[in-house]
């Protein structure tokens, strides 16, 4: 996958399996400055070749890309190697957020892994999501919400919809569970 990536001049924000430092970035990672600034903390001082070769991968990411250009991306990947790709509108920084994953991890199956260790019932799950990476999350929770200006995958699997975020939707949470704000 790193390979491709670098055979078309893109250097991907490489998401690991570690709670401490789980962001590994190329020298000149494809990504908003800003979120750079914003991820410092969880970012392993590591080279990218090293990191793949030793490190459980979860995901490669790509933020603020043009559209055109991330399903050009998506495609080529995609083609030669056997991920799962998303994409997503990025609210905060612009452009589009683009996630290449291994086939089977997600959102959902990270739920189902935290559930496992936790010994809590997954079907029990209530999940709130926006993007095209919620879907498989939204499938399987027990109640799903999306937020109204969430991507038309997103709302399509959402038992109920809560106002944008820029007008306090995540807020919506509170009441559906019957607690007070206060």
């Known amino acids: 996958m790193l390979e491709i990536l670098e055979e078309l001049d893109v250097s991907p924000c490489i998401h ?7 962001v590994v970035l190329g020298e000149h990672p494809f990504t908003h400055p800003d979120y750079i600034l914003r991820i ?33 991306l998506a495609a080529r990947v995609t083609a030669r190697v056997p991920v799962a790709a998303a994409t997503s509108t990025d ?12 086939l089977g991890v997600s959102k959902w199956s990270g739920v189902l892994a935290y ?9 029990r799950v209530l999940a709130i999501g926006d993007a095209d990476n919620d879907v498989e999350m939204l499938q399987g929770a027990c109640v799903a919400l ?19 975020a820029n007008e306090g939707g995540w807020a919506g949470i509170v009441g559906l569970l019957g607690l007070s704000g206060g």
Do not use: I, K, N
């Open 91 to 102: 609210r905060t920084y612009g452009g589009l957020h683009l996630s290449f994953r291994p």
């Open 146 to 164: 999306a937020v109204a200006d969430g991507t038309e995958a997103a709302l399509a699997h959402a038992d109920r919809l809560l106002p944008p």
């Open 115 to 123: 559930c496992a260790a936790r010994g809590l019932d997954p079907g």
């Open 16 to 22: 690991v399996d570690d709670p401490g430092r789980d």
């Open 40 to 72: 410092m903390a969880s970012v392993r001082e590591e080279d990218p070749w090293t990191a793949v070769r030793t490190l459980r991968v979860l995901a490669f990411t790509l933020l603020g890309a043009e559209p055109s250009m991330v399903r050009e």
